[in-house]
């Protein structure tokens, strides 16, 4: 399999939480080994409390975890800052790739570790480095998983792992909102907020983009700046092998009108993309964009925010300590 952030490094020979006990690494908590993080708003909802086999993967390795559980939003943010002022050198997020980003842009740039258990909708992150979907599965790999070193993105001084955008993608997230609102989450939920979005988009971004050095002016309904090869093979777009080279693939769609929009989300749809007619792909490691408008709603990782103006895209190599399995790391 394919990872999903390539130019990484391994850190050390240290499995799972153990190494998060030893050392200078040394967890002033008597509790457990790493702290798990569980959103229980990601994904389908767990509305019920935990789900019974994220306990039962947990309760497999006494002494090891301390669950916490959070609501979203502001919580991420708390309760990651307090586990790690806690003493926990291991932080688990147990989520989908919104919530995966949050607790990941503070464990970031630390010697704190990131493990992961999936519980999104499409997590993408996880799914790309081989992190296994099932609880148990990601609980056993937290406890004896290899510690990596890899490289996320960054805009304007905020962490994603998967991707960044502007124009449509921030509405079709807003659509997406509604929808689960009304009828749950789900994968055709979200694949539905797509085409919705498309067909009623009429707004395009006027916006000089400069890429290592080198500018261009364009007129744009949409601005994708990927980290994930993954992401981009499911959906059959090119810029895999700009990711796995180290640097961020960019794609433009081209000022069009609505119905031209409503084709474009319908290939996308079906990964039937055509690449240089539906959307241009220029690879690099540094890219600024500069909109018009002074500010402007930014997409990351799934969660939407608004965000000033110029969009500065640097990478931060090697930055984020992770337990991924072994190989499945480029």
């Keep these: 399999m394919t990872g999903t952030i390539v130019d990484t490094d391994i850190?050390?020979?240290?499995?799972?939480?153990?190494g998060s006990e030893t050392g200078n690494g040394a967890s002033r908590s008597s509790r457990a080994g790493a702290v798990v993080l569980l959103n229980l708003g990601s994904g389908?909802?767990?509305?019920?409390?935990?789900?019974a086999d994220l306990q039962k993967a947990l309760d497999a390795h006494p002494g090891k975890f301390e669950l916490r559980t959070i609501e979203g939003g502001d919580?991420?943010?708390?309760?990651?800052?307090?586990?790690?002022?806690d003493g926990f050198r291991t932080i688990v997020a147990a989520g989908g790739d919104g919530t995966i980003c949050a607790v990941a842009s503070h464990v970031t740039g630390t010697d704190h570790t990131l493990g992961v258990i999936p519980q999104g909708t499409f997590n993408y992150f996880s799914r790309g480095l081989g992190i296994p979907e099932d609880p148990v599965e990601a609980v056993n790999l937290i406890a004896m998983g290899d510690h990596h070193a890899i490289s996320v993105g960054e805009v304007n001084g905020q962490i994603f792992l998967n991707n960044a955008s502007l124009g449509v993608y921030p509405a079709i997230l807003r659509q997406r909102e509604t929808i689960y609102k009304r009828w749950g989450r789900?994968?055709?939920?979200?694949?539905?907020?797509?085409?919705?979005t498309f067909f009623g988009f009429t707004r395009r971004l006027k916006m000089d983009v400069k890429v290592d050095g080198k500018s261009i002016r364009t007129k744009t309904p949409l601005v994708f700046v990927a980290r994930s090869a993954f992401q981009l093979e499911q959906f059959g777009l090119d810029g895999a092998d700009c990711v796995r080279r180290g640097q961020f693939a960019?794609?433009?769609?081209?000022?069009?009108?609505r119905w031209a929009l409503m084709m474009l989300a319908l290939r996308l749809a079906v990964h039937n993309m055509r690449m240089g007619k539906d959307v241009e792909l220029i690879c690099g490691d540094e890219i600024v964009i500069t909109p018009r408008q002074k500010k402007m709603l930014l997409a990351r990782d799934g969660e939407r925010e608004a965000m000033a103006a110029p969009f500065h895209f640097k990478m931060r190599k090697g930055a984020l300590k992770l337990i991924a399995p072994a190989g499945e790391v480029e």
């Design 11 to 18: 850190e050390d020979t240290t499995r799972g939480v153990e």
């Design 44 to 51: 389908a909802g767990k509305e019920d409390g935990v789900p």
């Design 75 to 85: 919580d991420i943010e708390r309760e990651t800052k307090r586990a790690m002022a």
């Design 186 to 196: 789900s994968r055709i939920a979200a694949h539905w907020s797509v085409i919705k």
């Design 250 to 257: 960019l794609l433009l769609a081209p000022d069009t009108g």
